[in-house]
């Protein structure tokens, strides 16, 4: 392999190693942005911290943005910002039947985080080798302090749809987003110059009407943060429009026109049809060994067993099947706190006499002043039906 100096190194051949290790390393999209200061989107993620759109993600904080949105403060002399996608859209697609538990696609297989901290890893020792000499780089994946997003759109790898993501024309948003910064004298290369135009397809789609305007979801509201992200109690109001989905949420994707043509992944990573829907009683019942056993190795992990507990309580009471009850009942007198709670909804939302029995006797047991009021809230849910 030739080497040739940083400084003397001619930007265009440069450019291509850069290409070359980033599809090397398995990723499949690669795009360049200049490390200047995120101004625009520093001061668009304050707005929403103020607003209290990022409430329940107390990293996701102002000094953070900061951070996060100078370059330079991540890395002293960074020049550029080497963009990557990664796409997770599953070849295979099954319909899951509705009495089971929904998981968002990009979570059914490997937790990525690692995965794509290896391959940006490898990036940076591949273009070490053709250099010959040495050069500074920051890796970061969607855990790290840069707005991936903001990077990726100022790169041209896509643009900033109105719910959130960043679509494609080959992958659509089916992306997964990793950045490497480099003090790298790169070309950048020009933002897309894409948009949505009139469609707004995904906003009435949301279920839970988490994008409460072009471009703006507010976090609090999003299934994906309240399946994954949020620890504690759902809130009440927002159970019902939850449908099935246990880990994350796919919705504003699914109906997106971009999304139609994208192209399938082949990378082992992805795709695992075993993770696609998961039965919500087996869920509910399992231990602690039972859950890693199951979920060992996938982002799922990320939720923990209560958490997807909750979760699957929630689906059951939308899915309504009274064949969930013993399930629920047996939940609501045994399990931790929080998924008493949400056994106690799902009953109630289930209704019918074995549901209200079991209610009534967890009344009577049930000592928790949070758990109890759930039960009488459930109990009168069942009168107005
Ligand atoms: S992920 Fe689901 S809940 Fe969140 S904004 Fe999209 S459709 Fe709404
Ligand atoms: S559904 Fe329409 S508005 Fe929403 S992200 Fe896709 S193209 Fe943009």
Sequence with gaps: MSTIPINAADPAQLRQWVD???YDAGFDLVAVASADSFATDREEALRRIDAGLMDGLPWFNAQRVQRGTDPEALLPGARSIISLGWNYYPPEDPDAPNDRGLVA???????????????????????????????AARWYVDDGPMLDRAAAARAGLGWFGKNGNILNPVYGSWLLLGQIITDLPLAADAPLAKTCGQCSRCMPACPTDAI?????????????????????????????????????????QEVCPVNRKAKSTGDPNFGR?????????????????????????????????EGMQRNACVALGNC???????????????????????????????????????LRDALRDESDPEVLSEIRQALTAGDDT
């Design 320 to 358: 309504g099947n009274a064949s969930a009850v013993p399930a629920l009942t047996h939940s609501l007198q045994s399990a931790p706190r929080l998924v008493r709670r949400h056994a106690a909804w799902a009953l109630g939302r289930i209704g019918g006499r074995t549901a209200r029995t079991s």
């Design 212 to 252: 409460v305007a072009p471009y703006v979801v507010d976090n609090r509201r999003c299934i994906s943060y309240l399946t994954i992200e949020h620890k504690g109690a759902i809130p009440i109001e927002l159970r019902a429009s939850m449908g099935n989905w246990v880990f994350g949420c796919d919705i504003c």
């Design 105 to 135: 696609r990009y979570a059914r297989g490997r937790d990525y985080h690692r995965v794509m901290k290896r391959r940006m890893r490898r990036m940076v020792l591949d273009l070490t080798e053709r250099l010959g000499d040495r050069f």
């Design 20 to 22: 070359q290790a980033a």
């Design 273 to 305: 049809t075993d993770l696609s829907s998961v039965d919500l009683i087996e869920l509910l019942a399992m231990n602690d060994d039972q859950f890693r056993q199951r979920f060992a190795g996938s982002p799922i992990m990320r939720a923990k067993r």
